[in-house]
């Protein structure tokens, strides 16, 4: 079973068997995704880490499936009716729902009224009813009463013949999965508000009368229509049609008819038979598939969900970072005061401080006075500044703050918090800052986050991050795994200095685990720096297998070998040599000397051990060694005099950071406290199947204001800035899509953002100590869509 495995997923991915048996191989024996798609291009035929980790999620639901097929035919056999005709149905199946309606007969399960009804011989009356309708279904009946055996009467006795009937029509695996199919290309969701839910569920409001088609629902308005249901504000029904009236046998119930031969000729027993067919319908076959559907759906959605999530995540993560610059972090405030923390080049803590600008206070002058002496004490070059409450009237301190002082030539800079109480709170906080109150903490994360996103960001669990789509709604292990995922990749696309990363930071690289890297910080502190590659042998614990996995991701700059400091793996080395003995320079000298380099042939360097792509990396590694794959640190300017959501006016044009981007648009930081959504209908002239290919969180845009609802706090804004706003101060939109809201009425399309999604916690206000949050919800309580 294990070859057609590989074959099935090696069809998915459009890639050979080998291949797929190559890294599945790899996976199997200990190596992480990272590892092998940078070192092993040569076993698995270059496959990315992006098929890799498809490779892995499917590896991981085909042995579950083949681990569940094995349990059916144990089953099924230990039951003595296991067929061959039946046993190759099983392994057939290519899925857990298909294998389920197979085992469905076969399951054992308490006593149901059909089995209850075989046992009072009552099959037999089943059977000749529906083999020949010629049957009268009273007179037939009548033969099978048996008070003995529970059969008062003829009605009894129908009923018994009825109930196993609906049992064998139910349990056609062929005949559930093709309606199940049809349900679901032709069904719809009808959603409707509880009475006297009105008030209490006002954030669902847009569901209150809502219906959408199955295969139209996107993922946010699915999880938005279980949660209003979780909190008893909505009734969620599934209808099978598209809401069209039909007289007589429905479809579905022609369907069933069909594949067990019943068909209305006016025999005694047709009509009886046809009420059968109706009540096997709306009792159990449409519940389970009503049931099949929901799961479908909430898994469909669950899926995009932390694919929304994930790809944020990558893109935070991979975030230009500032560099070894001396940072102050300013974490805003109002009553308790902006927390102030400078760090150093290196993020070390060099002083902390708390000032009192705003209301009550109102110590505008001492408080610039004393950051004015920080900054010159200790050469700051930026300011981060948090971007939760407060952070635009603290962005305003710190802008008279250069102008009064521009012979320091500070920079000042809005960065995410979100997070940032929860880092401020963890167990890793009280180790590394054990003198800091916690409420410094949170400045020291801000100004150290601005400086390298991902070494700071890999401290706190992604969840709280706060770039993700009903987080508190999808599952907690598929979710974990996925963004557990994405951070591995990213630190080591990044490459790390062991030398100075921390130990969740070292716990994200490939063989790594959390107890290698407290002794590698243990090491390191005892022993001083790590000079060369080869001395992480000496790590507790930290076996071939380890060092074969992490060697090429840890970088040591300034050490004894220059090629330590490259992503070139220490097994490569002789590579290296080889090529240094064949342009006859110093190791030194070769690096970054792309003259000689590009004159290089790789061909001519490959071995039994390394093939062409290896060679190729290595050259390239060479000729710009430790290369970073992040972008270059570029900063967002708010526009002076636009600090509250009544300064925007539509048609203002201003320059904004995406903060979130979900499967419906991207919501973008304008300096207002308020994140304005811009819809995907408004991010380019032509159709975007998915934001993320016109935006990415952290990307500073130019955005028009097409819309101001100041009661609601609602933003709308447009990337195409020859966008006009409509007469009535509302958008324009050539798709007809409107603000994105679903439409209130049961035959509406509903396509767009999903309006209120029901998130908690307070609405309009950015605000990290609703931690974990930050999610979706989080992010369209910002733009006003939470109210």
Not at 38 to 62: N, S
Request: proline share 5%; glycine share 8%.
């Amino acid at each position: 079973m294990v070859t057609t495995v590989h074959q099935k997923i090696a069809e998915e991915l459009g890639v050979r068997e080998s291949q797929v048996q190559s890294a599945v191989e790899l996976l199997d024996g200990g190596s992480t995704v990272p590892f092998i798609a940078r070192y092993r291009k040569e076993a698995t035929g270059a496959l990315d880490d992006a098929q890799l980790r498809t490779l892995e999620e499917r590896l991981r639901y085909l042995r579950e499936l083949e681990e569940r097929r094995a349990t059916v035919l144990d089953s099924i056999r230990s039951q003595g009716k296991l067929t061959d005709e039946l046993e190759a149905q099983i392994n057939a199946a290519d899925s857990k729902a298909r294998l389920e309606d197979i085992y469905l007969p076969y399951k054992p399960k308490r006593r149901t009224k059909a089995q209850i009804a075989i046992e009072a011989g009552l099959e037999p009356l089943a059977d000749q009813l529906l083999s020949d309708p010629t049957h009268d279904p009273q007179q037939t009946a009548a033969g099978f009463v048996d008070a003995e055996k529970g059969v008062a009467d003829v009605q009894a006795a129908l009923d018994g013949a009825r109930s196993i009937l609906v049992e064998r029509f139910s349990e056609d695996a062929d005949l559930i999965g093709e309606l199940r199919e049809q349900v679901w290309t032709r069904g719809r969701m009808v959603s409707k508000v509880r009475e006297g839910k009105e008030e209490d569920g006002a954030k669902f409001a847009d569901y209150f009368e809502f219906s959408e088609a199955f295969t139209d629902l996107p993922s946010h308005r699915i999880l938005a229509l279980f949660r209003g249901e979780n909190e008893e504000v909505l009734e969620l029904s599934l209808e099978p049609d598209n809401g069209s009236e039909q007289v007589g046998p429905t479809d579905y119930e022609l369907r069933i008819a069909q594949q067990f031969g019943i068909a209305d000729q006016g025999r005694p027993a047709d009509k009886w038979l046809s009420d059968v067919v109706r009540w096997a319908w709306r009792t159990r076959i449409l519940t389970r598939l009503s049931v099949d559907l929901r799961l479908r759906m909430r898994q469909n959605a669950e899926d995009e969900a932390v694919r929304v999530f994930a790809a944020n995540l990558r893109d935070l993560l991979l975030a230009a970072p500032a560099g070894s610059r001396a940072t102050m972090g300013l974490d805003p405030g109002y009553r308790t005061g902006v927390k102030v923390a400078v760090v150093d080049g290196t993020g070390k803590v060099v002083a902390t401080d708390t000032i009192y600008p705003h209301q009550p206070q109102r110590q505008w002058d001492q408080a610039l006075a004393k950051l004015a002496a920080l900054a010159k004490e200790h050469s700051v070059d930026l300011i981060a500044i948090g971007n939760g409450t407060a952070s635009r009237e603290t962005d305003k301190l710190a802008g008279e703050l250069i102008s009064q002082n521009p012979d320091l030539k500070l920079t000042k800079i809005s960065v995410s918090e979100a997070g940032a109480s929860v880092y401020s709170a963890s167990a890793y906080a009280s180790r590394e800052l054990p003198d800091l109150d916690v409420s410094l903490r949170g400045a020291v994360s801000i100004a150290r986050r601005l400086q390298d996103p991902l070494a700071e960001l890999v401290k706190i669990d992604p969840k709280s991050i706060g770039v993700g789509q009903y987080q508190h709604d999808v599952s907690e292990t598929k979710l974990s795994r996925s963004l557990d995922a994405v951070v591995e990749d990213c630190v080591n696309a990044v490459g790390v200095d062991v030398n100075t990363a921390s130990a969740p930071l070292l716990t994200r690289v490939s063989g790594i685990s959390e107890t290698l890297a407290a002794n590698i910080v243990q090491h390191r502190d005892t022993n001083g720096p790590f000079r060369t590659r080869q001395k992480l042998k000496d790590v507790a614990r930290l076996g071939p297998k380890a060092f074969e996995q992490c060697a090429g991701f840890l970088r040591i700059p300034d050490g004894d070998d220059p090629l330590d400091s490259s992503a070139v793996h220490p097994e490569a080395y002789p590579v290296v040599q080889r090529i240094i003995g064949s342009t006859g320079t110093g190791i030194r000298e070769l690096i970054g000397n792309t003259r000689v380099l590009k004159s290089l042939q790789p061909k001519d360097f490959v071995d039994d051990n390394f093939g062409l792509p290896t060679v190729t990396d290595i050259l390239a590694e060479l000729d710009k060694p430790g290369r970073d794959p992040r972008p270059e640190f570029k900063t967002a300017s708010f526009a002076e005099g636009v600090e509250k959501i009544a300064d925007l006016k539509p048609g203002m044009t201003l320059e904004g950071v995406v903060t979130n981007v979900a499967a419906f648009g991207a919501f973008v930081d304008v300096g207002v406290h308020q994140d304005g959504l811009v819809h995907v209908s408004a991010m380019s002239k032509n159709f975007v199947n998915d934001p993320h290919d016109v935006v990415k969180s952290g990307d500073i845009v130019r955005v028009k204001v097409l819309d101001v609802d100041i009661p609601r706090k609602r933003i709308s804004l447009t990337l195409r800035l020859d966008d006009e706003p409509g007469a009535d101060g509302k958008p324009n939109r050539d798709s007809g899509r409107g603000n994105g809201r679903p439409q209130n009425n049961r035959n509406g399309n509903g396509r767009g953002n999903g309006g209120r999604n029901g998130g908690k916690g307070r609405g309009g206000q950015r605000h990290r100590d609703n931690a974990p949050s930050g999610s979706m919800a989080d992010a369209l309580r910002r733009a006003g869509f939470g109210n």
